[in-house]
């Protein structure tokens, strides 16, 4: 199994034969949120989260050139793998059948 496990969300994260599937098939763990619906709820909170985090390290000054908007926009995906790795332990898995 490797080690990138894959997050699942939405209706089909509902489907608990579906995800087994997946999880099998892929050889990766599948994490299943809590409350799979509230999938949009949550990234809204993450990016909001993300673009706060981003906020306050520019303290308030806009971005102005195309060199800035880069390194804002790598320095948001690092920010947003950040959030998302901290909510992580809100997840259940589901590992891949074995045998």
Same mark, same amino acid.
């Given at each position: 199994?490797?080690?990138?496990?894959?997050?699942?969300?939405?209706?089909?994260a509902?489907?608990?034969?579906?995800?087994?599937?997946? =999880?099998?098939?892929? &050889?990766?763990?599948?994490?299943?949120?809590?409350?799979?619906?509230?999938?949009?709820?949550?990234?809204?909170?993450?990016?909001?989260?993300?673009?706060? &985090?981003?906020? =306050?390290?520019?303290?308030g000054?806009?971005?102005?050139?195309?060199?800035?908007?880069?390194?804002?926009?790598?320095?948001?995906?690092?920010?947003?793998? &950040?959030?998302?790795?901290?909510?992580?332990?809100?997840?259940?898995?589901?590992?891949? =059948?074995?045998?």
């Open positions: 199994m490797t080690d990138i496990p894959v997050d699942a969300a939405g209706s089909q509902k489907n608990k034969p579906l995800m087994q599937l997946l =999880a099998s098939v892929c &050889n990766v763990a599948v994490f299943i949120p809590p409350h799979p619906s509230a999938a949009v709820v949550m990234g809204a909170a993450m990016m909001g989260r993300c673009a706060a &985090n981003i906020s =306050a390290k520019l303290q000054k806009p971005i102005v050139t195309q060199e800035e908007q880069g390194r804002i926009g790598s320095e948001m995906q690092s920010e947003l793998w &950040n959030v998302m790795v901290c909510l992580e332990h809100w997840t259940c898995s589901t590992r891949a =059948a074995t045998g």
